[in-house]
């Protein structure tokens, strides 16, 4: 039954993938353990901080890591596995954990769909660039790779958040299990390991409730935005870098536009 229920969620996560082309998180119901308890995270698509569940897929990931006292290693899973991690975690500290995709597609039949985005995530005139392409405004493909960081407190949490590699990337200043934040977790927005300026963050704030709040910040001269935090609180940040795919990229993918999004979740101790 069990590997019958693996399966099914396997399918499901991969069917719908492609109509939710909306936030990816690590998720957990809980981000804080006592050293040897398991952490439990979850891969999710979806809105507002509410998702799906995506089981583990093997051609959907093109890495990920685990991050115990600063040392990556790959993460051992199995096709079909929900949580995608489940595992006890022996070592005091900030335990991280890497999530990269695989580029997906998604095609727009019409202009209105991918404007709405693009107004969202505050990419500014994208449609002159289109035109002067001389691109269809309808039934065209985007193509697009997720890179989500999850970080969790085991026993003391101590430990610091650092750059991952990921093409796209949010990293924490702060500790938000042990400094003094004073209500404010400072981040730094990386593109290729550069500072992201002027760049929109994506604030998702969850109370114990499971209700959430929607804001969005910019960065500033050096990538960094002062997020507001709350004790007790869980987050998700998310960016999105838009760009035209590579020659090699829009030949194998038939896309005209590539995004990349960045995703950092973490829960205020």
Do not use: C
């Not at 039954?1 to 399918?11: F, G, H, N």
């Not at 998702?51 to 897929?57: M, N, Q, V």
């Amino acid at each position: 039954m069990k590997l019958k229920t693996s399966v099914a969620a396997m399918i499901l996560s991969i069917a719908t993938t492609p109509l939710l082309a909306h936030e990816f998180w690590i998720d957990s119901k809980k981000f804080q353990v006592e050293t040897g308890e398991n952490i439990a995270a979850y891969t999710k698509n979806g809105q507002n901080f509410k998702g799906i569940d995506l089981a583990y897929f093997t051609k959907r990931a093109a890495r990920f890591d685990r991050i115990d006292a600063g040392v990556a290693k790959p993460v051992e899973a199995r096709l079909g596995d929900s949580p995608v991690f489940d595992k006890p975690i022996e070592q005091d500290g900030l335990f991280t954990l890497v999530y990269q995709t695989n580029p997906d597609r998604i095609t727009y039949k019409e202009w209105e769909k991918f404007n709405n985005f693009i107004e969202h995530k505050a990419f500014g005139d994208v449609l002159s660039k289109h035109q002067k392409r001389g691109l269809s405004e309808e039934q065209f493909t985007e193509t697009y790779t997720r890179f989500a960081k999850g970080l969790f407190a085991v026993g003391d949490g101590a430990g610091r958040d650092t750059q991952q590699g990921l093409e796209v990337e949010i990293v924490a200043l702060k500790n938000p299990y042990t400094d003094d934040l004073n209500s404010v977790l400072p981040v730094q927005v990386f593109y290729r390991e550069m500072p992201r300026i002027n760049a929109q963050v994506e604030i998702f704030e969850r109370d114990a409730n499971g209700e959430t709040a929607v804001t969005t910040l910019q960065t500033d001269e050096d990538g960094i935005a002062n997020i507001p935090v709350k004790s007790g609180y869980t987050y998700l940040l998310d960016h999105v870098v838009l760009r035209e795919p590579s020659p090699e990229l829009a030949e194998k993918t038939g896309a005209v536009w590539e995004t990349l999004w960045a995703a950092l979740t973490f829960e205020v101790r």
